[in-house]
């Protein structure tokens, strides 16, 4: 029975071995989180890029309109300053159009300075933005380099564990392994334990001394009373009783 349970815990061995190996892939970082942020980061650039057009089309509109009213005061003053008008009444209400015209001509102005400020801030949030958004893309691909060279390797190994756990698995008597795997399920993926001294390494309970014994004598197929688990101690193991 010894040679049997020691082929069963090499299994255990591999299929502890496989838990490892696939709790490192799970935890392996494929880059999700930095692909939020990217994510984020292009929404942010679009609203950077939607309100920089609203600001050149503001803008534009703006300079058409002050050259339509530079014209209509160019032509008032024309007709003020030209000596074609001699009305008193004409002559005043065309002057009042012209410092109406000039008022208005001042605000237009003003936000055109403003929106030309506003382009070029727009414009230097806008670079930061794309920089940053470079910067981030990079660090993705990066990151995802490392992902797929590390998860290939780790399931290569995975893929290689299997293999000898199933070969190994296949020299252990079906009811031994199919015991075995019950208890693999139920007590975290440990379903036989090496006993190298007087208590049980699955649930550190001491053995009673009987199993100790049993243990020593290899007197069959012995388990923990308390947690359940095959307990397995081979030739070479220290007696620590």
Known sequence: MSQELAI??????????IASLNQALA????????????????????????????T???SLDRDLALKTLEEKRAK??????????RNPRQLTDLEGEVQMLSREIGKIEDRILELMDSL???RAEQKAQETRLAEMRARLAQVQGQYAATSSRLRTEVGETESRRAAAA???PVQLLKRYEQLRA?????????????????CRVALPSETLKSLNADRGTLTCENCGRLLFRDASAADNE
């Open 27 to 54: 935890g392996l970082d494929p880059g999700a989180e930095l692909q939020a942020e990217i994510a984020a980061a292009e929404s942010e650039l679009s609203k950077l890029l939607n309100r920089h057009h609203a």
């Open 56 to 58: 050149e089309a503001e």
């Open 186 to 202: 139920r007590q975290a993926n440990l379903g036989l334990v090496r006993v190298t001294g007087i208590t049980c390494p699955g």
């Open 76 to 85: 008032f003053k024309a007709q003020l300053y030209g000596g074609t008008v």
């Open 120 to 122: 070029e801030q727009e």
């Open 8 to 17: 069963l815990y090499e299994v255990q061995r591999f299929d502890t071995e």
């Open 170 to 172: 296949g020299q252990v």
